[in-house]
């Protein structure tokens, strides 16, 4: 669970980075609550996942918060595919895009690109 939670952890931090410095700043004039609550999300997700940075954490409540936090990543995802990204679609300028490309290329990813 440690080894799979710091896998996680890699993909999810650059895919916050983008998200946090790209569309959240110009959705957040539109939308400051639900902004708020994302960037909440991703702390909460982030730090239980953290505690599996060095392997197996020795609190045995550990596994349960990661089963918390993984439901909460799910319903997190459904927010954003539902409401950030078409709100993104409809609202963000070429500027944005772009700021958000330029993240993107300066944090990448562990994942392959696709082809």
């Known amino acids: 669970m440690a080894e799979l939670a ?7 931090g650059p895919h916050t980075e983008v998200e946090e410095g790209g569309p959240f700043p110009p959705l957040a004039a539109d939308f400051p609550d639900q902004i708020a609550v994302m960037e909440a999300e991703h702390q909460q ?27 909460l990543l799910r319903a997190h995802i459904h927010k954003e595919q539902d409401g950030v990204f078409p709100a993104a679609l409809a609202s963000l300028h070429t500027a944005d895009w772009e700021t958000m490309e330029k993240i993107r290329a300066r944090v990448g990813s562990p994942l392959p690109s696709p082809a």
């Open 6 to 12: 710091s896998r996680i952890a890699a993909i999810l």
């Open 45 to 71: 997700i982030a730090a239980v996942l953290a505690e599996a940075s060095l392997g197996p954490p020795a609190d045995p409540a550990w596994p349960d918060r990661l089963a918390a936090a993984l439901a």
